[in-house]
């Protein structure tokens, strides 16, 4: 959520960085109605509070009893008024969080401009896509070849967009998934297991509503949500909470299922596993110093980079473009691995920096020296990786000839000794 001192004091920049990314200048103005209209009202409440309490002062000092009622019957009349006024001022202020809660982050000035993904700007790339002498076949070819991938048994349980992982499927992605948790607690994160289901305050904390609400999983009679990823609950660890600055920064990383309902359309970019309704995904996550955000998000990328490095996959970063930012992000690198098989690049994390984003609307401060006054946090998240397009990659980089599945060598040692998947 953004100051709306930021936005009352600086209109024209906040509206110039919101254009960037294509919002309406209409949606800023929206706000500084509600808020010049809440702080008349306030003003006015204020007022009238302070002159019923100069009144009830002078009414206890007095002797005329006729006087003394008709100053009590004309502070009722204040009274009923302050009322009113305090009810249009509930009102006023819901009606502008709602409307702050409708804005989307300020792209960082260094992000660069463009309307969509094809603006983006790859920064780095490692590696070079592997030269096979035969063709290399897909996933879904390879998995359902060897036995580990069921579609029409996950239709069959779920409906569309399910599947089930068997035998050495299954294991392959618990080993990728405890691997992961083993990699990033050396790189210096703090694991935590979390709910995978949680209240909507945490959603809103953050910022997955009211901007997401159509493609999350509900439980109606609970009032409580399926996480849409891990970012959801460890972002509400500390919700109305004062850290201290020697605390930060606190660095976690968390496996859970993710559940999105995917607005999918027909066609090859959704064959096989590569969008689901659930998918698996280990988040690396961190609550910094606003001085040191920016340094962190270059370790966050850099730690998802050494996670693909060292799986042995081909991959290259992009920054993301105003356009194709994310609702919370300032700033934003995708990391994507080449799958030969489909022929194109895979999204396997996004690491972000959203500043005080989250921590504003989840109320998460911290004392920057002892005794000082709590600032907001600084939030920042990453997929350290994302499954199933890891274990896509996996599948389709390190298929041999035959159709079997070679395991990369990091991975072994979680495969009890499996080498090389073959059909049982």
């Known amino acids: 959520m953004l100051d709306i001192r930021l936005i009352r004091e600086q209109p024209d920049m906040v509206k110039a960085a919101l254009g960037r990314a294509g919002v309406d200048p209409a949606q800023i103005d929206a706000v500084l109605a509600y808020d010049e209209r809440r702080r008349a009202l306030l003003r006015d409440v ?46 006023v202020e819901e009606q502008q969080q709602a409307a702050l809660m409708e804005l989307r982050n300020l792209p960082h000035p260094s992000v660069p401009d463009g309307p969509d993904e094809t603006y983006n700007v790859v920064v780095a790339q490692e590696g070079e896509p592997r030269t096979f002498d035969f063709t290399p ?28 992982l068997k035998g050495q499927g299954a294991r392959l992605q618990r080993a990728l998934i405890q691997w992961m948790l083993d990699l990033h607690i050396q790189q210096g994160y703090y694991e935590v297991y979390t709910p995978f289901v949680v209240k909507e305050q945490c959603m809103w904390g953050a910022r997955q509503l009211p901007k997401f609400r159509d493609n999350l999983y509900r439980d109606v009679e609970d009032d409580l949500w399926l996480v849409p990823t891990a970012e959801v609950p460890v972002t509400n660890l500390h919700r109305d909470e004062i850290l201290e600055a020697d605390q930060l920064p606190l660095r976690y990383c968390a496996y859970t299922p993710c559940f999105r309902r995917e607005k999918m359309s027909a066609g090859r970019d959704v064959r096989g596993i590569k969008r689901g309704h659930q998918f698996d995904k280990v988040e690396m996550y961190m609550f910094v110093r606003p001085e040191t955000s920016y340094d962190e998000l ?62 504003r609307a989840a109320n998460i401060r911290y004392r920057p020296t002892p005794g000082a006054r709590p600032e907001y946090v600084h939030t920042l998240n990453g997929s350290g990786l994302g499954l199933p397009r890891t274990l896509i990659a996996i599948m389709e980089n390190y298929q041999q000839a035959d159709g079997s599945i070679v395991v990369p060598e990091a991975l072994r040692p979680y495969m009890g000794g499996i080498d090389v998947i073959r059909r049982s």
Request: charged share 30%; hydrophobic share 40%.
């Open 46 to 91: 204020e007022q009238l509070k302070a002159l019923r309490n100069a009144v009830s002062k002078e009414i206890g000092k007095m002797s005329d009893a006729a006087g003394r009622d008709a100053k009590i019957a004309e502070m009722r009349a204040v009274g009923d008024r302050i009322a009113a006024l305090d009810r249009d001022l509930a009102a």
């Open 137 to 164: 076949k897909p996933h879904w070819e390879l998995g359902e070849a060897l036995d580990i991938i069921d579609f029409e048994r996950g239709v069959k349980l779920s409906g569309s967009r399910f599947y089930v």
């Open 298 to 359: 270059e370790k966050l990328r850099a730690d998802a980079e050494e996670t693909c490095r060292r799986l042995g996959l081909t991959f290259r970063t992009k920054e993301l473009c105003t356009g194709d930012l994310g609702f919370a992000a300032t700033r934003t690198y995708d990391i994507e691995v080449w799958a030969p098989g489909q022929g194109e690049w895979l999204e396997v994390s996004s690491c972000s920096n959203v500043e005080a984003f989250q921590a």
